[in-house]
Every structure is written in structure tokens, then in C-alpha cells.
């Protein structure tokens, strides 16, 4: 069991950027594999980005080159910098954690990007 709390979301302008923290109760070294999804209204959640206890990243085509996904096991912190932030990343980010046979979800964060 573990819990996951993001934060660090907000309305910015087309072009901005964001940090996104997911801040978890236990150690996270151990944990398979942690990531972003998102959920535009009326739009099927999908995976942002994802990393590995190995350290292995990987990212949807539509923010490559723009997000970053990082894990600081020390601080049982996992972020997302997002760069030049566009409208249709507006959406709840949320932190997820999971193995082969479970997963943990945090209560998502809400991201606006204006134009």
C-alpha cells in the first residue's frame, strides 16, 4: 500500500511551465514502475510519461522533447517538468504507481494552459 499526493498544478500561459510532485508515503525504490496519466474531460485517461526502478523512461509522442519525467528516492518524490506547456495538455494529471499485479493512483492535480 502506498499513498501518492500530487501537486503543483495551475493555470499557466501557452508557452509556461510547470512542476508537477507526486510525494509518496513509503520508499519508492522498490516500486516497479511509477508515471503521469492525464484525463481531458469526455477523453479516455491516457499515460504521459512512465520510469522504471531501473530508471527506464518513457513518454507519449505528443510531449516528447517537452516533459520530463524524474524520480528522487531519497525524497520518495516523483515530478513531471513540463515545458512549453500547450492548450491540449489541459487536463488532472495524476501520479500512479504500479507492479505487475497492482497499481496506486494519487487524487490528480489540475493543469490549465491558456492561449
Known amino acids: 500500500q502506498v499513498q501518492l499526493v500530487e501537486s503543483g498544478g495551475g493555470l499557466v500561459q501557452a508557452g509556461g511551465s510547470l512542476r508537477l510532485s507526486c510525494a509518496a508515503s513509503r520508499n519508492i525504490s522498490s516500486i516497479p514502475s511509477m508515471g503521469w496519466y492525464r484525463q481531458a474531460p469526455g477523453k479516455q485517461r491516457e499515460l504521459v510519461a512512465a520510469i522504471t526502478s531501473g530508471g527506464s523512461t518513457n513518454y507519449a509522442d505528443s510531449v516528447k522533447g517537452r516533459f520530463t519525467v524524474s524520480r528522487d528516492n531519497a525524497k520518495n518524490t516523483l515530478y513531471l517538468q513540463m515545458n512549453g506547456l500547450k492548450p491540449e495538455d489541459t487536463a488532472r494529471y495524476y501520479c500512479?504507481?504500479?507492479?505487475?499485479?497492482?497499481?496506486?493512483w494519487g487524487q490528480g492535480t489540475q493543469v490549465t494552459v491558456s492561449s
Open positions: 500512479a504507481a504500479w507492479g505487475s499485479r497492482w497499481d496506486y
